[in-house]
């Protein structure tokens, strides 16, 4: 099984900062890497995915990069509605794993 | 609008069965694959099964394999996950979420654009 992790697991940022997440996968996974965002009590919501495809309806200010086993999620300038915790998953093979996820709470 | 929907959670002691259910609409249900995902309290997401668009692939975690089994009947645009064996590991809210994908290289992206409320499954003695 593909295994990924997340760096950090949890930030504190001001609205306005720019934030990274980064994710990496235990193999090479081309671009088969989505960001999700889940708020306390709720389903999560996909915002990015194949790796740097902005979902319909998401902010331009989410960002996504990388390939092979490295990957970003960049929000360029952090809004209150951004604060949750946000998941990458790979979807090269199954099981569909999840990170660990990135807690992001505002100052 | 798309609505997935769960139901069947409840609290039950170890040992014994669950049937989750997931009604879908809004989209064309034949044409998509559904997965299942759950998170216990606290914790981070678990990829627990997926049953393809037609029900003819099913895959499933290693932590529920040869206890859980998914199926669907596109006729009632169900899918259900039959839960046997369960242990007190099994806690968890059970969220189903409906595939989609974009075109890659090298295949489907696939991603989860809808997702249920979720469905609260406690075991516990």
């Known amino acids: 099984d593909i295994q990924m992790t997340q760096s950090p697991s949890s930030l504190s940022a001001s609205v306005g900062d720019r934030v990274t997440i980064t994710c990496r996968a235990s193999?090479?996974?081309?671009?088969?890497l989505n960001w999700y965002l889940q708020k306390p009590g709720k389903a999560p919501k996909v915002v990015i995915h194949a790796a740097s495809t902005l979902q319909s309806g998401v902010p331009s200010r989410f960002s996504g990069s990388g390939a092979r086993r490295d990957f970003t999620l960049t929000i360029s300038s952090l809004q209150p509605e951004d604060a949750g915790t946000y998941y990458c998953?790979?979807?090269?093979?199954?099981?569909?794993?999840f990170g660990p996820g990135t807690k992001v709470n505002l100052k | 609008q798309v609505q997935v929907v769960e139901s069947g959670g409840g609290v039950v002691q170890p040992g014994t069965s669950l049937r989750l259910s997931c009604e879908s609409s809004g989209f064309t249900f034949s044409s998509y694959g559904i997965h299942w995902v759950r998170q216990a309290p606290g914790k981070g997401l678990e990829w627990v099964a997926l049953i393809a668009h037609d029900g003819s692939d099913k895959y499933y975690a290693d932590s529920v394999k040869g206890r859980f089994t998914i199926s669907r009947d596109n006729s009632k645009n169900t899918v259900s996950l039959q839960m046997n064996s369960l242990r007190t590991e099994d806690t968890a809210v059970y969220y189903c979420a409906k595939e989609e994908f974009d075109s890659g290289d090298y295949g489907r992206h696939y991603f989860f654009d809808y997702w249920g409320q979720g469905t609260l499954v406690a075991v516990s003695s």
């Open positions: 193999q090479s996974i081309s671009t088969y």
């Open positions: 998953q790979q979807s090269y093979s199954t099981p569909f794993t």
